[in-house]
């Protein structure tokens, strides 16, 4: 089965945030989120005018978090949305239908309620404790995605969940063996010896 792959930019002391989606594009991965939580707002769209140009070139789907305002400006691809972001179903009044809409999910709860307020897909976790992110959510472990495909479907709830959170190489087909449809990474990434070598072999990873 092909893997979703999501990238999630990241600033480290070696790699700026754009340094990373060059990678993760170079090394074929074709959806982009640009995260800068901290970040001015001018800050932001600087980055996100750059990156976003860079995604066009490369035909790969570019994602802002948080900023709704910014993605509406840009015309971005779509946005993801944090617990303490904007509501989705307020975010899509302003972004149209033809936006995606992501949400991050910790419980079976949080999935249902991005599923009734239109979430294109939902991001889910964290599987274990990351650095990458401040104010952690419990973490979920195969055994969390297990118990949340299940109930998904027992409700009969159809949406992508794509497994956040400290994950690597190795964890990636126990995790897509739960159940869950991709995988979002970051300092995986960016914290091995050679960045673009390291996504071409996660997406050349045969799983089944």
């Known amino acids: 089965m092909p893997m979703v792959l999501q990238f999630i930019t990241h600033y480290t002391e070696k790699y700026t945030y754009y340094d990373s989606a060059v990678m993760a594009l170079k090394g074929g991965c ?3 989120q640009l995260r800068m939580k901290e970040a001015s707002d001018e800050d932001a769209e600087r980055e996100a005018v750059r990156i976003q140009a860079l995604c066009k070139q490369y035909g790969a789907t570019f994602i802002i978090d948080d900023r709704v305002e910014l993605v509406k400006k840009l015309n971005a691809d779509g946005i993801h949305l944090g617990k303490n972001d904007m509501p989705i ?14 949400g991050t999910a910790n419980t079976f709860d949080d999935v249902l309620m991005h599923y009734k307020n239109g979430a ?10 990351t650095t990458t992110k401040k104010n ?57 010896d050679d960045p673009i070598t390291e996504m071409k072999q996660l997406l050349s990873l045969k799983l089944s």
């Open 120 to 129: 294109n897909y939902v991001g889910c976790g964290p599987f274990r404790f």
């Open 30 to 32: 074709r959806w982009i």
């Open 89 to 102: 179903n307020e975010a899509r009044k302003i972004l149209g239908n033809d936006c995606i809409i992501g």
């Open 136 to 192: 952690l959510s419990p973490i979920l472990g195969l055994d969390g995605y297990r118990h949340i495909v299940t109930e998904m479907k027992a409700a009969n709830i159809r949406i992508p969940i794509v497994a956040i959170g400290g994950i690597t190489r190795k964890d990636i087909p126990d995790i897509l063996h739960t159940g869950v449809d991709g995988i979002a990474l970051s300092g995986s990434i960016l914290h091995a």
